[in-house]
């Protein structure tokens, strides 16, 4: 096949005799592309394949490999005249010789016991338990390629590395010339950010991330029928950084959060139609980013009931340690927020010496969960809106996230 758009990562991993390929790296440094690649053109080689790939859920997939799958697929015209079909409920591309490229997430070892195959793809492998992967690596006869961003070690680290017929290749964004300018300077910008965090996510450094600020939350399914919609809070982005919305809700004294929007480029008009396509009602308050008083305005003359955050001096800690007192439940498909979550950490300096301070550069998500906190969860200073709260099923009907291949 004639691969117009390969980097030094689909040769690796392409032209490789190991039968384990692990894959560690910065962010954005094509490992899952170039992966997606390789496992498309083993698929085209040879007939009655199985290929697996195999992600922590089914989100995880959709915003990491299949995504890059469905991206190659649609730019690459040989590669499109060999597969015959895709089934978008069950995520297979079946090819016409008889292979077959899966997408699959295991709940545990037993369930990893079912099928055989060829190739196997781990994508962000520290999301998967060892004992699913040492069952899928048992039923996979050619090859293992494993991806991740090494923010801790895990089993790879302890169980696979160094072995014979495991191969180390480790990238950064560096190695992806299809990376924009503005987004490898803002990978770089890390360094002054919080140095560890540089390691990890502009060089693949397997890093000790320690100090993470919440710890306080898990992924439900859903948010429950009975949960009361709180408010939705707003952080706004343009260029560089996305725009980011959450839905809050309060149930039992627990806290349900959903994303909503996480977007580069929007307008605030294109902002107030995304939200009225996820079935926001104008009803539900939005607490948003106090700096943009113009935006504020502009989105609450279309309609929307929106304010801004009550920031203060120490309203960063503050809205951390409100956040903190709860149970958070965040969807599985607030796949941004998740990451978020798991990067969010306490700055520290180049000595490693823990700052009074959160990093600031993933959180659109988390500040505009912030805000809401602020706003509406400091219970010291606020009123009881409950019996005028709208339920949650008026406030979400028609929202659907939005995803390429879903
Ligand atoms: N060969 C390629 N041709 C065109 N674009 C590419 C290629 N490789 C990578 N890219 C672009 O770079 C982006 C980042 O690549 P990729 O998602 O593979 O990074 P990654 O190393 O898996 O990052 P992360 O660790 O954050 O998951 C892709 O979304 C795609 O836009
Ligand atoms: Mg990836």
């Not at 922590?56 to 299949?66: E, F, T």
């Not at 390629?145 to 923010?151: A, G, Q, R, S």
């Not at 290749?169 to 919080?194: C, G, Q, V, Y």
């Not at 706004?236 to 806290?255: A, I, P, R, S, W």
Request: hydrophobic fraction near 35%; charge should be positive; glycine fraction near 6%.
């Amino acid at each position: 096949m004639n691969l117009q758009q390969a980097t030094v990562l689909f040769n690796c991993n392409y032209r490789t005799d190991n039968h384990v390929i692990i894959n560690q790296g910065g962010t954005n440094s094509g490992k899952t592309f170039a992966i997606m690649q390789v496992l498309f053109c083993l698929a085209c080689e040879a007939e009655k394949q199985v290929i697996t790939v195999v992600g922590q859920d089914i989100p995880n997939l959709k915003a990491g490999a299949l995504r890059d799958a469905a991206n190659i697929y649609s730019s690459w015209n040989e590669l499109q005249a060999m597969v015959k079909s895709y089934n978008k409920t069950d995520r297979i591309f079946e090819f016409h010789n008889g292979t077959v490229v899966e997408f699959k997430s295991y709940d545990n070892a037993q369930d990893a016991k079912s099928g055989k195959r060829d190739y196997l793809f781990v994508n962000e492998a520290n999301g998967v338990d060892w004992n699913i992967y040492t069952e899928l690596a048992l039923r996979t006869k050619k090859k293992i390629f494993i991806d991740y961003n090494p923010n801790s070690a895990f089993w790879v680290h302890d169980n696979l590395m160094g072995k014979p017929g495991v191969q180390l290749i480790i990238s950064d964004h560096r190695h992806n010339p299809f990376l924009s300018a503005n987004t490898k300077a803002k990978i770089e910008a890390l360094k002054d950010e919080d140095h560890e965090q540089w390691r990890v996510y502009a060089r693949g450094l397997t890093g000790r991330i320690t100090g993470l600020i919440f710890n306080n939350w898990n992924i439900c399914e859903q948010i429950p029928e009975n949960a009361k919609p709180v408010a939705a809070g707003l952080d706004f982005g343009f260029t560089n950084d996305e725009t980011g919305v959450v839905l809050v809700y309060k149930q039992n004294g627990e806290l349900w959060v959903d994303e909503i929007l996480y977007e580069t480029a929007l307008t605030n008009t294109d902002i107030a139609t995304k939200l009225t396509t996820a079935g926001i009602s104008k009803n539900l308050e939005i607490v948003a980013d106090s700096a943009e008083p113009k935006s504020i305005e502009e989105l609450r003359r279309l309609g929307w009931r929106i304010s801004g955050a009550k920031k203060g001096p120490d309203s960063v800690n503050h809205s951390i340690d409100i956040l903190k007192r709860f149970k958070i439940n965040i969807t599985r498909q607030s796949i941004n927020l998740r990451n978020e979550l798991g990067r969010y950490k306490w700055r520290t300096d180049r000595a490693g010496k823990t700052l009074n301070e959160p990093t600031d550069t993933w959180n659109h998500l988390i500040d505009p969960l912030r805000y809401v906190a602020l706003n509406k969860l400091n219970e010291n200073k606020r009123k009881t809106l409950k019996s005028r709260l709208p339920h949650k099923e008026e406030l979400t009907k028609n929202f659907a996230t939005a995803n390429l291949l879903q």
